[in-house]
Nanobody
Framework: QVQLVESGGGLVQPGGSLRLSCATFGFIFSTARMGWYRQAPGSRRELVASITSVGSTNYADSVKGRFTISRDNPKKTVYLQMDILKPEDTAIYYC?????????WGKGTVVTVSS
């Protein structure tokens, strides 16, 4: 069965960095387009970054130039390097397929950007 396990979140000061990881199980990761989504309090979940099976990336305008998505196919893991973090990046971060097809979500990892 499909499992998505996010990790790496935490509390960081504005301008700081975090690296998120998402370990995946139960589907053919190497051919999947993967993405990082986030949901801030009171807001809808949004896609912030995606990466194709061959490594082509796309970013939301709000994170472009600050976040970098990458993947390790043998490890079936997708990463999100987040730099120059801002308070508005505070959210629960999730990974999933792109486009989202109605499957399960992991528990996510909480990122809090605050001084």
């Amino acid at each position: 069965q499909v499992q998505l396990v996010e990790s790496g979140g935490g509390l960081v000061q504005p301008g700081g960095s975090l690296r998120l990881s998402c370990a995946t199980f139960g589907f053919i990761f190497s051919t999947a387009r993967m993405g990082w989504y986030r949901q801030a309090p009171g807001s809808r979940r949004e896609l912030v970054a995606s990466i194709t099976s061959v490594g082509s990336t796309n970013y939301a305008d709000s994170v472009k130039g600050r976040f970098t998505i990458s993947r390790d196919n043998p490890k079936k893991t997708v990463y999100l390097q987040m730099d120059i973090l801002k308070p508005e990046d505070t959210a629960i971060y999730y990974c999933n397929l792109v486009p989202y097809g109605g499957g399960i979500w992991g528990k996510g990892t909480v990122v809090t950007v605050s001084s």
